[in-house]
């Protein structure tokens, strides 16, 4: 069988219970650039002609949720972590744990209102 070869990901969607709630949380806290926002969806810029999505009816929890709630995790490449953590600490946002390192990268833990765990990652790891 061949290998599938990905050239990397297009895109990542998350379902929010209250989709102008995160929506306003990924632009305006986390920063993200919205590029189009509709009744039924939105899109942002996640990067490198990347798109993450949100649509509605999905589940919110009043913590981060547990694998069985959130099957899969997104990380989003930054240049450097420092820089991003301490911008995002301005704003409010604290991450959820330290800096971990494997294999070249590190990343670093957040939780968005609705319970969902992200990651920022960067390539400067040992």
């Not at 509605?56 to 929890?61: E, F, Q």
């Not at 989003?76 to 953590?85: A, Q, T």
């Not at 744990?97 to 990652?121: A, C, H, M, Q, V």
Request: charged share 25%; net charge negative.
């Amino acid at each position: 069988m061949k290998s599938l070869n990905p050239k990397g990901v297009a895109w990542v969607g998350l379902y929010a219970m209250d989709l102008g709630q995160l929506v306003s949380f990924y632009e305006h806290k986390l920063g993200l650039r919205l590029i189009e926002r509709a009744e039924k969806f939105c899109i942002f810029d996640a990067g490198a002609n990347t798109h993450f999505e949100i649509w509605p009816n999905g589940l919110s929890v009043p913590s981060c949720k547990s694998p069985h709630e959130q099957s899969m995790i997104v990380g989003f490449l930054v240049e450097r972590l420092e820089p991003v953590i301490a911008e995002l600490q301005t704003r409010g946002l604290n991450p959820d744990t330290d800096i971990n390192s494997y294999l070249g990268t590190r990343w670093i833990y957040y939780t968005d209102p609705e319970g969902n765990r992200f990651e920022l990652k960067d390539n400067n790891g040992e």
